[in-house]
């Protein structure tokens, strides 16, 4: 019996019995990853009334009929699962998430949807490490302090484990100088910073001239 890697197809032996089986399975699957439409992403539990003909990725310690299935992607027949491989490059839709999903081995990322706020969108790009999504927002942060520091919500929430990065510009509205932010120097200097709830800027010369916009990418 001959198994096609990339999808799991089993295909017809000359004088093979009951060949129907094996060739509707096939056809299941080819529908299934011709245009693959994920009901959810991360259970480890097959659901109780599960969809004709849907399609699941599955989580990690997975019980059941999904055990020793972890990482794959699961179809129901209407009477049994059928279980692929996922693999680099395959792209589905996430009925939960609104949002296309890209495979990378067996991890996945989002990229999103097409409908944002005014201030976050999503890069469209996938970290290469664990294939998350890249958000990025832009801040007006307004009048830079006076040798003193200034704090401003982001009113975001990310996942500082993940690493951010924070950067931007200071236009004074006297000179027209542009200073970037961060900017190092005595009496020049322009430092910043962030934490769960705020960004804060501190200088250490009268920059009440100034209006600063910052750019912040992080995951969530």
Wanted: proline share 3%.
């Amino acid at each position: 019996m001959v198994v096609k890697s990339n999808l799991n197809i089993t295909l017809l032996e000359e004088g093979q019995a009951n060949s129907y089986i094996t060739l509707n399975e096939a056809i299941l699957i080819l529908d299934c990853a011709a245009g693959l439409l994920l009901l959810t992403e991360g259970d480890s539990a097959p659901p109780g009334s599960p969809s004709n003909h849907g399609c699941y990725y599955l989580g990690t310690s997975c019980t059941g009929a999904w055990a020793t299935h972890d990482n794959e992607l699961a179809l129901y027949t209407g009477s049994s699962w059928l279980f692929i491989s996922p693999e680099s490059g395959m792209q589905a839709w996430s009925v939960q998430q609104t949002s296309v999903v890209f495979f990378i081995n067996t991890t996945y990322g989002f990229v999103p949807s097409l409908s944002f706020s005014a201030t976050e969108h999503g890069l469209g790009q996938l970290a290469s490490v664990d294939a998350e999504q890249v958000y990025e927002k832009r801040i007006a942060f307004g009048t830079l302090p006076n040798a003193t520091s200034k704090s401003v919500a982001h009113s975001i929430s990310f996942d500082f484990t993940k690493g951010v990065e924070i950067n931007g510009c200071a236009v004074s509205s006297s000179s027209f100088l542009i200073r970037t932010i961060p900017s190092v120097g005595t009496g020049t200097q322009i430092s910043i910073q962030i934490d769960a709830t705020n960004i804060v800027i501190a200088t250490d010369f009268d920059a009440t001239s100034f209006s600063a916009w910052l750019r912040l990418r992080y995951f969530k």
